[in-house]
C-alpha cells in the first residue's frame, strides 16, 4: 500500500503540536491521595470489591465488571481506603468513587504477574487477560476492549488497525508513545491480530509524525505480516470509520460498527496496555496524559497513574499561565469543558488542554450565508446547516430523515462555519433526544 492515503471531507485545524510533540515522557509524581471511579468505560459502572480502612497494592482490583459491556478497576497505588463516595467526574456527573491514601510504598499486588508467553496463549486466554486488565479504549471513547475483540460468529475479522492519527490538535501522548514505546505497540497489534485470527494488520500514522513512521516502518522492515501506512494530515483522521475508509476503502454502513466491515480498530495507548498486561501482568493503572496549551505554564507528555486530580497534574506541570479561560479533557475540538479541575485521570484521559482567554474566545453567530462549507467538510456526508435549521425549529423527525444519528461529532461542521453558527451543539443535543425518545418506546 502506498502513497498518502485519506478519506472524503475534513478540516486542517492549527496543529499546535510543538510546545509538546518532541518532550519524553515524563513520570509524574504520586500524590498522597487519588480518587478511583468505578465508572471509567462505556457501559455498566463497577461494584466496588474493597472497604474503607482496607489495605490495597498496585493493580488489585478494587471494582467488578458486571455487565458484559464493562471493565473492572484497579488500584494505581498501595494505600488506604480512606473512602468510597460519590465524587466529581470528568463526563459530568459524580460516580461513585474510591478515595485511596497512597503509602509511598508502590507495592505491587500478587496478582500481578506474567500470565504466558503470546504464542503460548489462546484467543480466548487473550480475551480474558484483556478483560481482567481492565482494558478499554485509550484514544477516549473507552469502550472495553475484550468487547471490541469478541465479534458475533457472523461478523468475520479481516482486518486489524492501530490507530496512530492522533489527528485532534494539541495532543501528542500517542506520537510520544510510538516513539517510545514501539516494541509495545507491535506486540499490542500482534496480540490483537492472535485474538481475532487475522494474519495481517496495519499501524496507521498521521504524515505530521514523520519520526515516528520512520521508526516504526525500521522496526516492522522484517515482517510480511504488519504494515505501516501514512496518513495525510487532517482531522478528523483518527475517526474510526474515516480510518478504515482511507486504508480499506471500506465505508462503514449507516448505524453500523467497524466489524460490520470486518475491521476492528484499536489505539496506539491500548496496544500498549494489552502488551503490559500480557508481558508483566500489570492491569491499566496509568496512561500518557499531554498537559498543554497555553494557559499551563510548562507543558508536558506525563505518566499519569490513573486517579490523580487534574489539579495536581496541573500543579506538577507549573501551574496556570495567569487565569485559564477553559480546562478541556481531550483535544479542543472532541474534549470535555471541565466545570472543576479536582476531577480525576480516567482511562480516556489522552489530554488536560488548558486555554487562556484569547484561545477560549466566544465569536458572535451571524446568520447562515448559504456557502455550503459545513457541507464540504462533513465527513459522513451530512448536510449539518439543514440538520441545525430542522432541530432550531423542534423537527426531530426531519432531522432523523438527514441521518443525524450518523454524525461522529467531530465538529469540523462548526470549526468551518463562517458565521460560527453552533452547528455541532445543536446536533448533539438533538441525537441525545432522539436517542432517549427511541429508548423510552422500548
Known amino acids: 500500500m502506498n502513497g498518502v492515503l485519506t478519506f472524503r471531507g475534513g478540516i486542517h485545524p492549527p496543529h499546535r503540536k510543538s510546545r509538546t510533540s518532541s518532550l519524553e515522557i515524563k513520570k509524574a509524581e504520586t500524590p498522597s491521595i487519588l480518587v478511583i471511579p468505578m465508572q471509567q468505560h462505556i457501559g455498566a459502572p463497577c461494584i466496588p470489591i474493597v472497604e474503607k480502612g482496607q489495605y490495597v497494592k498496585v493493580g488489585q482490583k478494587l471494582g467488578e465488571a458486571k455487565g458484559f459491556v464493562s471493565a473492572p478497576v484497579h488500584s494505581s497505588v498501595s494505600g488506604i481506603v480512606k473512602e468510597i463516595k460519590k465524587w466529581e467526574y470528568p463526563l459530568g456527573q459524580e460516580v461513585d468513587s474510591i478515595v485511596i491514601e497512597s503509602d509511598g510504598n508502590e507495592t505491587i499486588d500478587e496478582s500481578v504477574r506474567p500470565v504466558s508467553s503470546l504464542e503460548d496463549l489462546s484467543p480466548d486466554e487473550i480475551r480474558q487477560i484483556i478483560r481482567e486488565a481492565g482494558i478499554v479504549g485509550m484514544g477516549g471513547a473507552t469502550f472495553p476492549t475484550q468487547v471490541k475483540l469478541s465479534p458475533p460468529p457472523e461478523?468475520?475479522?479481516?482486518?486489524?488497525?492501530?490507530?496512530?492519527?492522533?489527528?485532534?490538535?494539541?495532543?501528542?501522548a500517542d506520537h510520544r508513545v510510538m516513539l517510545e514505546k514501539p516494541d509495545d505497540v507491535i506486540f499490542g497489534l500482534k496480540a490483537i491480530m492472535k485474538t481475532v485470527r487475522v494474519d495481517h494488520g496495519y499501524i496507521a500514522i498521521e504524515d505530521n509524525k514523520k519520526d515516528a513512521i520512520k521508526l516504526l516502518t525500521k522496526k516492522c522492515a522484517d515482517r510480511s505480516d504488519i504494515s505501516v501506512v501514512t496518513l495525510k494530515t487532517k482531522y478528523p483522521q483518527g475517526a474510526e470509520k474515516q480510518l478504515i475508509k482511507a486504508i480499506t476503502g471500506k465505508e462503514v454502513?449507516?448505524?453500523?460498527?467497524?466489524?460490520?466491515?470486518?475491521?476492528?480498530?484499536?489505539n496506539v495507548g491500548t496496544a500498549c496496555a494489552i502488551a503490559n498486561a500480557v508481558n508483566v501482568g500489570m492491569p491499566l493503572v496509568e496512561r500518557v496524559v499531554t498537559v498543554t496549551g497555553n494557559g499551563v505554564k510548562n507543558p508536558q507528555n506525563m505518566l499519569v497513574k490513573i486517579g490523580v486530580t487534574f489539579r495536581e497534574v496541573i500543579e506538577q506541570c507549573g501551574g496556570f499561565n495567569g487565569t485559564p479561560a477553559k480546562v478541556i479533557m481531550g483535544g479542543p475540538m472532541m474534549g470535555l469543558a471541565q466545570y472543576s479541575i479536582d476531577v480525576p485521570v480516567i482511562k480516556g484521559t489522552s489530554g488536560i488542554l488548558v486555554l487562556t482567554e484569547d484561545e477560549a474566545k466566544q465569536h458572535q453567530v451571524k446568520q447562515c450565508i448559504r456557502c455550503a462549507r459545513c457541507v464540504d467538510a462533513c465527513p459522513v456526508g451530512l448536510m449539518p446547516i439543514n440538520i441545525s435549521n430542522y432541530i432550531s425549529i423542534g423537527n426531530l423527525d426531519e432531522a432523523e430523515k438527514l441521518n443525524v444519528l450518523d454524525c461522529i461529532e467531530c465538529g469540523s461542521c462548526s470549526f468551518t462555519c463562517p458565521a460560527r453558527r453552533p452547528l455541532l451543539p445543536n446536533i448533539r443535543m438533538a441525537k441525545q433526544k432522539?436517542?432517549?425518545q427511541k429508548r423510552n418506546k422500548k
Do not use: F, Q, R, W
Request: aromatic share 2%; proline share 9%.
Open 155 to 172: 461478523k468475520k475479522i479481516d482486518t486489524v488497525i492501530i490507530n496512530g492519527a492522533e489527528c485532534e490538535p494539541y495532543l501528542t
Open 434 to 436: 432522539i436517542i432517549a
Open 253 to 266: 454502513p449507516s448505524g453500523g460498527l467497524p466489524m460490520d466491515v470486518g475491521v476492528i480498530v484499536s
